[in-house]
Nanobody, 120 residues
C-alpha cells in the first residue's frame, strides 16, 4: 500500500510564504510524475504544478514565478515552495503521484490534502 502525506499548510498573510511537502511511503519502485492540485470552496480541483522523475516542471499560469515545485528522490518527497501568496491562493492543496509499483504496474494516488489560508 502506498500513502501520500501532505504537510506544511497553514495560515499566512498576503505576501507571505509557505512550503508544502508530500511524502510517499509504502512499497513501490519509484515515484514518477507528481503533481500539486488545489481546490477552493465551491470550486473544482485545479492543477497547480507538476514535476516528472527527470525533474521537468510545469506550472499553472496563475502561480508561475511565485511557486516552485521540487523533489528529493532519496526521501520520496516532493515540495511546493509558495511565495508572494495571495488570498486567491487559499485552498486545500492535494498531492497526486503516479507510482510505479514493485510488480511493474503504475497506479495513481492522492494525499488527504493540506489547508492553505492566505489572509488579506
Amino acid at each position: 500500500q502506498v500513502q501520500l502525506v501532505e504537510s506544511g499548510g497553514g495560515l499566512v498573510q498576503a505576501g507571505g510564504s509557505l512550503r508544502l511537502s508530500c511524502a510517499a511511503s509504502g512499497s513501490f519502485s519509484r515515484l514518477n510524475t507528481v503533481a500539486w492540485y488545489r481546490q477552493a470552496p465551491g470550486k473544482q480541483r485545479d492543477l497547480v504544478a507538476t514535476i516528472t522523475n527527470t525533474y521537468t516542471t510545469k506550472y499553472a499560469d496563475s502561480v508561475k514565478g511565485r511557486f516552485t515545485i521540487s523533489r528529493d528522490n532519496t526521501k520520496n518527497t516532493v515540495y511546493l515552495e509558495m511565495n508572494s501568496l495571495k488570498p486567491g491562493d487559499t485552498a486545500i492543496y492535494f498531492c497526486n503521484a503516479q507510482v510505479l509499483l514493485i510488480n511493474g504496474v503504475q497506479r495513481n494516488y492522492w494525499g488527504q490534502g493540506t489547508q492553505v489560508t492566505v489572509s488579506s
